[in-house]
């Protein structure tokens, strides 16, 4: 485990945490108006590799080779040239800061830290970090990489759980769930049933990945969840004619895939953030990357959704709640998390995945995005 300190002044500004996988939905921006839980677990922190927040430069600016030297091989609006390597941790888990309250940034109904870090050390007054609770964005504090040291945590080690120990343990993430409108809708309602935030952000990378395994010849899924999750779009954005080639489910408690399967559908650490390797890992299969909580539920989904209840129910009297009503719209992926993704591979700069990308608004209008 790890506590974080200020580079200033040595002051412990974080609980003891240890590390997790960036979560694939911690950029994510979720509808509109609706309120968003906690990214991180408590006692747990990530890190994004990448330069985050100001100063930005456009993509005009850059050029191929260097945009390449990052990793980035198809346009985007704007490249960040602020320092690599931010941490974030579960607004809890802060300790000794204050928030700088002309710090809001362009925030709706709350802050979103645009203006630069909106928190202090309380020691030495350092700025040192960002508080996130607007509405549509995922609650965090992001630690500003350059005003913050990390040092162990005496007399803890971590030692990341085997994917057995996972799949015993750790559960699911369900695909519907209740969403809480921060200012109600034009019904008068609150709060609906929705397809998770956490599915479609998920299904934003796992698709850039489809269609660079697609090689740009249609693709199947497995029926069911994963085909709700991925079909419509594979087939709006790959050609029609031909064999379909399938990509099945594999992981940690499955059978061996097939030798004959080249597109494996696997899960990714939670912890260590590493895509998991069937045994034969000499394999040349395209393993297609799905956080572990998804996954999970794919593979292990649980019979009955929780509903929001209130009050105590009295004794010999049990609960016969209705199952929670599907979602009124088709799945969704996440446009942010896709196109993030696909501008990382190198398979972004043939024409056809170009075409994808510089065609995303009108595949927001069809409703695949
Ligand atoms: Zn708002
Ligand atoms: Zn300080």
Request: some cysteine.
């Amino acid at each position: 485990m790890f506590v974080f300190v200020c580079a200033g002044c040595g002051a412990e500004l974080t609980a003891p945490l240890s590390q997790a996988a960036l979560p694939v939905h911690a950029r994510q921006k979720y509808g509109n108006a609706v309120q968003l839980p906690a990214l991180m677990k408590p006692g747990t922190f990530a890190v994004d590799p990448e330069p985050s927040g100001p100063p930005w430069r456009r993509w005009e600016e850059i050029t191929p080779d260097e945009a390449a030297a990052r990793g980035i091989y198809a346009p985007v609006h704007a490249l960040s040239d602020g320092a690599p390597g931010a941490i974030v941790i579960a607004p809890g888990d802060t300790r000794n800061t204050a928030l700088l309250p002309k710090k809001r940034g362009g925030a709706c109904c709350g802050i979103d830290g645009a203006d630069g870090p909106n928190m202090a050390c309380m020691s030495c007054g350092l700025p040192a970090a960002s508080r996130i609770d607007d509405c549509s964005l995922w609650q965090a504090v992001w630690l500003a990489p350059d005003a913050v040291r990390r040092l162990p945590a005496e007399g803890t080690e971590d030692t990341p759980l085997s994917w057995a120990e996972l799949v015993d343990n750790e559960k699911g993430t369900p695909p519907f769930e209740p969403m809480t409108m921060v200012w109600g809708s034009r019904l008068g309602l609150n709060s609906f049933w929705s397809w998770s935030p956490q599915w479609e952000a998920a299904a934003g990378q796992a698709l850039a990945h489809l269609l660079a395994a697609s090689q740009g010849q249609p693709v199947t899924v497995p029926n069911g969840l994963t085909s709700q999750m991925f079909q419509r779009a594979l087939d709006a954005l790959l050609p029609a004619g031909g064999t379909k080639r399938p990509a099945v489910l594999a992981g940690p408690d499955l059978p061996v895939p097939d030798k004959d399967a080249d597109i494996l559908l696997v899960p990714v650490h939670p912890q260590t953030g590493q895509t998991w390797n069937p045994p034969d890992s000499a394999t040349s299969a395209y393993r297609i990357p799905l956080p572990f909580e998804v996954w999970q539920w794919m593979i292990h989904p649980e019979p009955h959704l929780p509903t929001l209840a209130s009050g105590v129910m009295p004794d010999g009297v049990f609960r016969d709640d209705p199952p929670a009503p599907p979602p009124h719209q088709l799945f969704r992926t996440d446009r942010g998390a896709f196109q993030h993704t696909l501008v990382r591979l190198p398979a972004a700069r043939a024409p056809w995945l170009r075409q994808i990308l510089e065609n995303l608004t009108q595949h927001i209008q069809t409703g695949i995005f």
